[in-house]
């Protein structure tokens, strides 16, 4: 009899399970997790086709963030199957645009693809562009796992591998307290940096660096600065140790209104655009 193999325990099928349990936890947030959860499969899939087409590509191709993309023809091929996904299951906002995109030329798709992995220094802006912001986010996170970054130094604000703007931040024990890293919501690089610093503008005065939790959420902090008025929602794992940064940051839609109605601004808006 044939013995079958155990299923990879992969990053997405852990997003997958942690939004499961967070829709039974949090009903509010049950919907968009929801939708996160097909997306997060279908991501698993192009993750999975990128890698096994990885023969023949040189990691000097990967490791140039100048370069064009390798597998874009492949990402092509699959920008219909996602639009049909995000059609099904997604808010009305961003099935709208799926439906939209679904009936444009292919250019439309290579162009909107190029844009999105090229624009580095602008956060994706329509739903189309964080249509094609999903799409690309497997083959970053796929670039990131083969490129020797070098983290050791590294003060900046921007993701040392792609220079985009850090998505979310994460508490990890540390002493007495707690060490802040900032993640990259496109590669998914994390790195450390200073916790009493906006990442936004560099602000150091304490003072005008409120930090604002909720009772129903209180293992997420809403990092806000006065000066530029952005502000990031750190994952604090010293309160909760099972949190994943991505999909935790994902259900603590209350506290973007909350920031919203507070004159606050999102640094940088996560993978479905919130």
């Given amino acids: 009899m044939p013995h079958n193999r155990p299923m990879a325990n992969t990053a997405w099928q852990q997003r997958i399970r942690r939004a499961e349990k967070l829709s039974e936890q949090y009903p509010f947030a049950a919907e968009i ?77 290579s162009d909107l693809l190029n844009s999105v992995w090229f624009q580095a220094n602008e956060s994706p ?29 590294y003060t900046q604000a921007l993701c040392p591998l792609c220079n985009r703007k850090p998505a979310m931040g994460v508490l990890r024990q540390q002493g007495d307290g707690g060490r802040r890293s900032l993640v990259c919501g496109f590669c998914m690089t994390e790195w450390e940096f200073r916790r009493v610093v906006c990442p936004g503008c560099g602000q150091e005065n304490h003072a005008k660096l409120p930090v604002y939790t909720a009772e129903t959420i209180p293992h997420i902090r809403v990092e806000c600065c006065d000066d530029c008025k952005t502000y990031i929602k750190s994952i604090d794992l010293t309160k909760n140790g099972l949190a994943d940064p991505l999909v935790d940051e994902l259900a603590a839609v209350p506290l973007n209104l909350w920031a919203q109605e507070h004159g606050y601004a999102k640094l940088q808006p996560n993978l479905l655009g919130m």
């Fill in 125 to 153: 802006a329509s739903p189309e562009e964080f249509l094609a912001f999903a799409l690309l986010q497997p083959y970053a996170e796929f670039v990131r796992l083969h490129f020797r970054l070098q983290l050791e130094g």
């Fill in 33 to 109: 997790l929801g939708f996160y959860q097909h997306v997060a499969k279908f991501q698993e899939d192009v993750y999975r086709e990128i890698d096994g087409g990885m023969a023949g590509v040189s990691p000097a191709v990967l490791q140039d963030s100048s370069a064009a993309n390798p597998f874009e023809r492949q990402l092509l091929a699959r920008f219909p199957q996602f639009l049909n996904v995000v059609q099904k299951h997604g808010p009305e906002r961003v099935a709208q645009a799926a439906r939209e995109l679904r009936s444009a030329a292919d250019d439309v798709w």
